[in-house]
T-cell receptor, first 117, second 116 residues
Framework: AQSVTQLGSHVSVSEGALVLLRCNYS??????LFWYVQYPNQGLQLLLK??????LVKGINGFEAEFKKSETSFHLTKPSAHMSDAAEYFC???????????????FGKGITLSVRP | KAGVTQTPRYLIKTRGQQVTLSCSPI?????VSWYQQTPGQGLQFLFE???????NKGNFPGRFSGRQFSNSRSEMNVSTLELGDSALYLC???????????????FGAGSRLTVL
């Protein structure tokens, strides 16, 4: 079964600083990988996805992630943090179910991003 | 276009009761998935429905059940509630079926259940 590791539960950066949120995955098959963001009292919003095309994936709000197979990583970055980026971020891998369906997502524990003025 | 709508947004129940949560997917989406989010366990997959059939199931006890109607709307039910069932229950819909690969899920805002 696939799994996702997000090291650390909280990251704090200054406004304008680089944002780096780490994600490592475990998968026995080529994975589909996703980053979602959750704002307080809201559901999850898709930031970006990797589907075996380009290894550098650009998403919404200036975020991007790079798929590195040799490192089994899919870290999320943003060159310059904005106050509005404060939220919880989840990395997820598409998981094969018992029936072979591959739309089930396995999520990491999530990382809370704080942005200091 | 309207997003995924979940009702109710908040509810309080007592142990032993049952609860039904509703989810209306984005128009045209035929696949609906349910996830449970708790501080301790994080986001966990409950089940997925496509064309009124359960296609995928997570590792939850039989007290958790769901169904999907012909208009793709879905409900999930939890019977004999326990304190540990307190959670945010998220519904997500997707355009393609569960075997289509890289299926993008669009999530609703969730139903927050508190069990006293």
């Amino acid at each position: 079964a696939q799994s996702v590791t997000q090291l650390g539960s909280h990251v704090s950066v200054s406004e304008g600083a680089l944002v780096l949120l780490r994600c490592n995955y475990s998968s026995s098959v080529p994975p589909y990988l996703f980053w979602y963001v959750q704002y307080p009292n809201q559901g999850l919003q898709l930031l970006l996805k990797y589907t075996s095309a380009a290894t550098l994936v650009k998403g919404i709000n200036g975020f991007e992630a790079e798929f590195k197979k040799s490192e089994t990583s899919f870290h999320l970055t943003k060159p310059s943090a904005h106050m509005s980026d404060a939220a919880e971020y989840f990395c997820a891998v598409s998981d094969l179910g018992l029936t072979g369906a591959n739309s089930k997502l396995t999520f990491g524990k999530g990382i809370t991003l704080s942005v200091r003025p | 276009k309207a997003g995924v709508t979940q009702t109710p947004r908040y509810l309080i129940k007592t142990r032993g009761q049952q609860v039904t949560l509703s989810c209306s997917p984005i128009s045209g989406h035929r696949s609906v998935s349910w996830y449970q989010q708790t501080p301790g366990q994080g986001l966990q997959f409950l089940f997925e429905y496509f064309s009124e059939t359960q296609r995928n199931k997570g590792n939850f006890p039989g007290r958790f059940s769901g169904r999907q109607f012909s208009n793709s709307r879905s409900e999930m039910n939890v019977s004999t509630l326990e304190l540990g069932d307190s959670a945010l229950y998220l519904c997500a819909s997707s355009l393609r079926g569960p075997y289509s690969g890289a299926n993008v899920l669009t999530f609703g805002a969730g139903s927050r259940l508190t069990v006293l």
